[in-house]
């Protein structure tokens, strides 16, 4: 079971969310290619590591955010807002920089 931290209300069990998959995905140009829009509606990444996700607070404000997480461990590295810029990928700069949720809740 996963602990995630909402920015608007706190630490929150992880039944109260869901997720919406890989955030940060640019959405291209009305005159891009037919392989630039498939790799856009069809394709995601599927590091070993850390990942970005957009979740939303199902039951709780109902607002979305983002979650950087390490899907090998399911440690919660960030949440942050959905107009803050995709963090750095190091597990220090992320957790140094914006606001760090709780670990994995035992
Ligand atoms: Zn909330």
């Given at each position: 079971?996963?602990?995630?931290?909402?920015?608007?209300?706190?630490?929150?069990?992880?039944?109260?969310?869901?997720?919406?998959?890989?955030?940060?995905?640019?959405?291209?140009?009305?005159?891009?290619?037919?392989d630039a829009w498939?790799?856009?509606?069809?394709?995601?990444?599927?590091?070993?590591?850390?990942?970005?996700?957009?979740?939303?607070?199902?039951?709780?404000?109902?607002?979305?955010?983002?979650?950087?997480?390490?899907?090998?461990?399911?440690?919660?590295?960030?949440?942050?807002?959905?107009?803050?810029?995709?963090?750095?990928?190091?597990?220090?700069?992320?957790?140094?920089?914006?606001?760090?949720?709780?670990?994995?809740?035992?």
């Open positions: 079971m996963l602990l995630l931290t909402c920015p608007h209300c706190g630490p929150r069990d992880e039944t109260e969310f869901s997720c919406g998959g890989e955030s940060h995905i640019a959405r291209p140009s009305l005159e891009a290619t037919d498939a790799d856009y509606v069809f394709f995601r990444t599927n590091p070993m590591g850390v990942t970005f996700e957009r979740w939303r607070h199902a039951y709780g404000c109902g607002c979305w955010f983002n979650v950087a997480r390490d899907v090998v461990n399911h440690r919660i590295l960030a949440t942050y807002a959905m107009t803050d810029p995709k963090p750095a990928t190091s597990e220090t700069a992320i957790s140094n920089g914006l606001q760090q949720s709780a670990e994995l809740a035992r």
